[in-house]
């Protein structure tokens, strides 16, 4: 191409498996002819699996002039080819190794994430130092319970490690109907955020089984969720069914059902009317961050408080 054409424009995102950011992918934009094609440009796609080229195109260039992005990477089995597209003074073009998730949770979580600066889903607040979700609701052009939904999904795949979709599921569809509403109200500027998490955790692992497959079946079916998740159902409502959250310990723990056989005994906690000794045939799972202050045994016979 001529030294002193025009200077054209390319940008776009290279997406592998998951639909994860390939980084360190290298992207050639090709010059696409009848017989051949030439390179015009090249670069490794960002952390974030972004990438954004340059190339000149002569005012004499044949037209249409049609181009062909291509990416490589060692995490891909083939390259990433883009179909066949004419050159525009500045192009979009993105690779994706597996169809977009077009669903509303994910169309929602992609127009955030650019907006976050390496803050997580889970870590967004309302409070008086920080007005994340007002802030990205303004950006997004969306209401802050919208956004909210999102957040406090996010939360509770952080604490009880069941992924965000399947409890922004249940919020969207407000299943069941006693779930807080609307949430950002309910949020009360954060400071109580983790009993309301462990209140909606416990309104929606008390669900039946039944109950808790219809609502995952119908987001996926109304485009709440991807439909990725359509085979994930069992698995999920597997989860849901065999999580309990301790309702009179403080602070808050999930139980997750043991393999028969197994007792664990739970004693006290930081309420005085909390039961104390409890049997509960359940092992203890701790939310990341949330301090284990309760003794756990296997004995046969449960011990005295701090003995």
């Known amino acids: 191409m001529d030294q002193d054409g025009k200077v054209y424009e ?9 639909n994860a950011p390939l980084h360190d992918a290298r992207v050639v934009v090709w010059w696409q002819r009848i017989r051949e094609r030439i390179e015009l440009a090249d670069a490794e796609t960002s952390e974030h699996g972004r990438y954004h080229l340059s190339y000149r195109v002569s005012e004499n260039a044949p037209q249409p002039l049609l181009l062909v992005v291509e990416a490589r990477s ?28 077009q669903s509303e949770w994910a169309t929602l979580v992609r127009s955030i994430e650019p907006l976050l600066d390496g803050l997580k889903l889970s870590e967004f607040v309302e409070d008086r130092t920080h007005q994340d979700i007002s802030f990205l609701a303004r950006e997004v052009g969306k209401s802050t319970e919208v956004v909210m939904r999102v957040a406090v999904s996010a939360r509770l795949d952080a604490a009880f490690k069941i992924p965000g979709p399947a409890f922004y599921a249940f919020l969207r569809q407000q299943v069941p109907v006693a779930l807080p509403s609307p949430l950002f109200d309910a949020s009360q500027n954060f400071a109580p955020i983790d009993v309301l998490g462990h209140h909606i955790g416990s309104l929606i692992f008390s ?28 698995q999920l409502v597997s989860e849901l069914q065999v999580s309990i959250i301790l309702r009179d310990s403080s602070p808050i723990y999930l139980l997750k059902l043991p393999p028969p056989g197994v007792r664990v005994s739970y004693w ?12 509960v045939p359940a092992t203890i799972f701790k939310p990341a961050g949330w301090p284990l202050s309760f003794g756990l045994s296997r004995r046969s016979r449960p011990s005295q408080p701090g003995k």
């Open 10 to 18: 390319i940008r776009g995102t290279v997406r592998g498996r998951n």
């Open 74 to 101: 060692e995490y891909l089995d083939a390259p990433l080819v883009s179909p066949l597209t004419k050159a525009e003074p500045d192009l979009q073009i993105d690779l994706i190794l597996e169809p977009l998730d």
């Open 207 to 234: 669900l039946s089984a039944q109950v808790q497959t219809q609502t995952l079946t119908s987001a996926v079916a109304l485009g709440l969720i991807g439909p990725q998740f359509t085979k994930q159902i069992p």
């Open 268 to 279: 006290g906690s930081a309420r005085r009317n909390a039961p104390s000794p409890l049997r």
